[in-house]
């Protein structure tokens, strides 16, 4: 089960890598050294703006 996972995650990301001619391994880096680590800010920022509203 958890073996099928990866293999579809290493496939995806193997895919992504070809589409965009970066291939796997850069893919995997822009992916979860850039992008992961910006939508998880970027939902805290949206997070306690909203927070803010409400307590205002």
């Given at each position: 089960m958890i073996e099928s996972l990866f293999n579809l995650?290493?496939?995806?990301?193997e895919v992504i890598g070809a589409?965009?001619?970066m291939g796997y391994m850069l893919a995997n880096l822009v992916i979860?050294?850039?992008l992961q680590p910006?939508?998880?800010v970027?939902?805290?920022v949206l997070w306690r703006l909203?927070?803010?509203k409400?307590?205002?």
């Open positions: 995650c290493v496939y995806i990301l589409v965009t001619g979860f050294v850039a910006a939508l998880i970027l939902f805290f909203e927070r803010r409400r307590l205002t």
